[in-house]
Every structure is written in C-alpha cells, then in structure tokens.
C-alpha cells in the first residue's frame, strides 16, 4: 500500500489512470482507502478518505527494519571528517565481501551520501553498520530525526537544486534502498556477485 501511496503523488500530474485491485479484506480496508485518491464503481468518483503520501505514512507506518545480528563494522559519525574513516572501512567490506571495484565505489559513494545526510539534515550522531551477508552488503544508518518527506530520493532533484541529490543518488548506486522514519533509518544494500558468496 505504500508504494501505492507514493505512484498516486509522484505520478500525479501524468495523464494516465492507474487501476488497483484488492481482494475485499477487512484488515486493509483503511490502508486501502487512504492510499487511493478514487474510487472506481461505474464511474470514477472522489475519495473522501483520501490520504497524500506524507499524511499516509504517517497513519500507516513500515514496520522496524529486521533485525540482522551483530555488525560487521559500527562506526559513530558526528563531525564530517570521520567519514573519510568510515568510507575507508565500508570499501574494504565491500571488496572482501567480492563486489567488483566499481561497485565498491558505488557503494562508498552511497553511504557517504546518506551519512553526509544525516549529519547535514538530520540529528547526529549518526550510527552507521554495515553486515556482510550470504547474499548482500548492507549498510544501515540512523540518526535521531524524523524522515518527513515521503518522496525524497525518488524524484531526480531540480537542476537548481544545489541539495537533494544524496538520497537520489544512493537510490541510483544501490540494488536497494529502504528507508524509516522515525528515527530516521536508511539500509542500503548492494547484492554480491554469485561466484563469491559464502
């Protein structure tokens, strides 16, 4: 329902009609109605229950991210410099853990973006793990702030934009990007190729 919530805004000034259909489920019923800007019965009519994205999000909140152990690396980042520290250790992870040297930088690039971010934007410190797993390279930062803005990093920012363009970034570098408001926690994850996993 929440990718639902954020096509509905992102794609909002495209002349196109998305159809979404659900089976007649009680325990998503009001998901579903604040998720959808129209309802479709005969004719398309305006939805009274009708939630934006932000306001959605926040009634209807992801879950915690899972658990995954304990960390191969844990960095607490709340000065700028330290991330010359942090890009250092996540590199060498990521090349132990097999990624090719351009994904290694793509990577880098990512969780600098998102630590930058949360030191520039959010609340530090920020923590910063990181898990090599069978499958994956995952990084995970948090910081104290409350992630508001719902479609940040999925929109490419304006050219005059001279910020906003970390998260988007990230979005770009990384086979996936999940993210939670409260506190604010990104999980960046870059899959291994097949031949090195463990």
Known sequence: ??????????????????????LNDPDTAVAIRHAHPHWLNGAATPNPDHLPADQFLAHHALPPPSELGQPDAT??????????EVR?????????????????EDFVLAVSEVVGNALEHGVPPAAVCLWVTSTSVICQVSDNG???????????????????????????????????????????????????RR
């Open 1 to 22: 329902m929440h990718v639902d919530a954020l096509i509905t805004q992102a794609l909002a000034a495209c002349d196109l009609t998305l159809l979404c259909a659900y």
């Open 146 to 196: 409350h992630f508001t803005q719902p479609l940040a990093g999925l929109l490419p920012p304006h050219a005059g934009q001279g910020h906003a363009r970390g998260l988007w970034m990230a979005h770009q570098l990384c086979d996936e990007l999940y993210r939670w408001p409260h506190p604010t926690t990104i999980r960046l994850q870059m899959d291994r190729p097949q031949a090195t």
């Open 88 to 104: 250092k250790d996540m590199g060498s992870h990521a090349a132990r853990a097999g990624l090719p040297t351009s994904r290694c």
């Open 75 to 84: 960095h607490i980042v709340d000065h700028p410099a330290q991330l010359t």
